[in-house]
């Protein structure tokens, strides 16, 4: 019914996207040298799903993506590893089964995915949003960054970081961070796992570059990182319209 490309390897060799059958059923593919390759899915507890779309691919092959499980209903965070497309949920294993949860019905207290799934241009690190539901009064959203290669996940957790989206990792595991979950952020935020800190991208400019003098404000989100951050591409809402920009960092 239709298709459409998520994401391109930083070569521009190999895309992934995804079809959507009669069923209005989404199914992931890799196109790689004029083929088509139609990726494999299941569900939690390797159930069935009713629907999966890769949403970016790193130089290294590996595939961030979601799926939507049928029982219990969720959209949860997935990939595709290496050249031969090993799928996983990721990672299953920090999730939190509740069966007190949701009115006795059970649900998990804690799941890690989106719709919005993010991969760093080398493929390392993966990030999106995890759900936390404590309650039907209490279900919010945090960002999360997750190393493929060391096995870790960060969580950006607090009240103040309610319902912020992840917008974009480079290959260093810096995330570029957004203040809302839909739409432009008043300005671009960035997280370090290395110091566990979320800090303006002006005040990291500055710190990293010499950018920019004290009080500078950069405006909007960032789109999309090269994977050693000289090149960022966010947009931002001006006076009468929205504006793309390009922020090459110095050498």
């Known amino acids: 019914m239709e298709s459409g490309f998520y994401g391109v390897t930083p070569d521009g060799s190999v895309a992934v996207g995804y079809m959507m059958d009669d069923n209005w059923k989404n199914i992931g593919f890799v196109y790689e040298n ?38 219990p209903w969720a959209e949860v965070g997935c990939a595709w590893t290496g050249a031969s497309h090993d799928f ?3 990672p299953e294993d920090l999730m939190e ?23 760093s241009p080398d493929g390392r690190y993966y ?25 870790r996940m960060y ?19 810096l995330l570029f961070l957004s203040d809302v979950n839909m739409g432009i952020s008043s300005q671009p935020y960035i997280y370090s796992p290395a110091d566990g800190k979320v800090i303006t991208m002006a005040e990291w400019a500055k710190a990293e570059y010499g950018y920019e003098p004290d009080g500078f404000r950069i405006q909007g989100s960032v789109v999309a990182v090269s994977g050693d951050c000289m090149t960022i591409v966010g947009d931002y809402a001006g006076d009468n319209s929205f504006v793309t920009a390009v922020w090459f960092m110095p050498m």
């Open 34 to 71: 004029g083929t088509l390759t139609v990726l494999t899915a299941h569900g939690l507890d390797n159930g069935v799903c009713d629907g999966f779309a890769p949403k970016g691919i790193g130089s290294n092959g590996n595939i961030s993506g979601y799926i939507q499980n049928s029982e």
């Open 155 to 173: 969580e950006i957790s607090g009240d103040a970081y309610q319902f912020w989206r992840a917008d974009a990792v480079s290959s260093s595991g």
């Open 88 to 90: 996983e949920i990721y």
């Open 97 to 119: 089964w509740d069966s007190g949860l949701l009115d006795g019905s059970g649900a998990f207290g804690k799941r890690y995915g989106t719709v919005e799934a993010r991969i």
């Open 127 to 151: 990030a999106g949003t995890v759900t936390v539901t404590e309650s039907w009064e209490y279900m919010p959203d945090f960002p999360y960054l997750y190393d493929a290669q060391e096995g």
